[in-house]
């Protein structure tokens, strides 16, 4: 969990081992943590790239809907 904004968690730096994937882990953990950012904040966020096509089905299950976001980076 990360601050971004007093009314919204974010939720970050999630992955899952290889060899524990396809058993719902990842899809139970991020469950309960956006409920509790939810219950504290308000509303929880993240963010995903776009071709993390399992990442996204997990997010979606949960009920996150996607939004457009503009990123850059300086190098």
Do not use: K, Q
Not at 1 to 21: I, K, Y
Not at 59 to 70: C, D, F, K, L, N
Request: aromatic share 6%; net charge positive.
């Amino acid at each position: 969990m990360a601050d971004v904004a007093p009314s919204v968690g974010f939720l970050a730096e999630v992955a899952t081992a290889a060899r524990f994937r396809g058993r719902g882990l990842a899809e139970r953990l991020c469950r309960w943590v956006s409920g509790e950012l939810v219950a504290a904040r308000g509303r929880a966020a993240l963010m995903v790239d776009d071709g993390n096509l399992a990442a996204i089905r997990v997010y979606e299950r949960i009920g996150y809907r996607r939004r457009a976001v503009m990123a850059s980076r300086a190098v």
